[in-house]
């Protein structure tokens, strides 16, 4: 059973994260051959004041 991890910022849609899920899941099924419900995605939103960049936060850029 694969399990994919995402991290991403806050702000992506539902209908964003939908269409994430859905792509990502082909590209395990195609690639290892596994069935659509064997793959597991966990979602991560991460709060701007939570992810730096080059030293500085993300909320301060």
């Known amino acids: 059973m694969p399990i ?8 992506r849609t539902v209908e964003q994260k939908r269409q ?3 792509k990502v899941t082909e590209a395990i099924t195609e690639s290892l051959g596994v069935p659509a419900d064997a793959v597991r995605i966990i979602l991560r ?3 701007r ?5 080059g030293g500085k936060l993300y909320c301060d850029k």
């Open 45 to 47: 939103d991460m709060e």
């Open 49 to 53: 004041h939570n992810f730096a960049h």
């Open 20 to 22: 994430l899920v859905a």
């Open 4 to 11: 994919v991890q995402i991290d991403l910022l806050e702000g």
